[in-house]
């Protein structure tokens, strides 16, 4: 059964940082690219961002310069490093690939 499952939401201050993770299971996690997305109250879910199998990482513009998408492939988990958090990144935060959704972790920047 392939599996994602997020952690590493929770509550910050704006400016501060968070570490989000996404474990895989089930899937050969090194050959898949894996893929970020984010959606906020009342709003379409967006992409944050996408790291290759080969490390190769892209990021949405609003994020740039913030955010940064690494893995370890031993681990089987992609990792959402965020810093310099604005308040409009508040959102559920979402790992995809291979057709599967993760259940998401809450991110919010409030102070």
């Known amino acids: 059964q392939v599996q994602l499952m997020e952690s590493g939401g929770g509550l910050v201050q704006p400016g501060g940082s968070l570490r989000l993770s996404c474990t895989a299971s089930?899937?050969?996690?090194?050959?898949?690219?894996i893929h970020w997305y984010r959606q906020a109250p009342g709003q379409v879910r967006e992409r944050v961002g996408s790291?290759?199998?080969?490390?190769?990482?892209s990021y949405a513009d609003s994020v740039k310069g913030r955010f940064s998408i690494s893995r370890d492939n031993a681990k089987n988990t992609v990792y959402l490093q965020m810093n310099s958090l604005k308040p409009e990144d508040t959102a559920v935060y979402y790992c995809y690939s291979v057709g599967i959704w993760g259940q998401g972790t809450q991110v919010t920047v409030s102070s």
């Open positions: 790291i290759t199998s080969g490390g190769n990482t």
């Open positions: 089930g899937i050969l996690f090194s050959i898949n690219a």
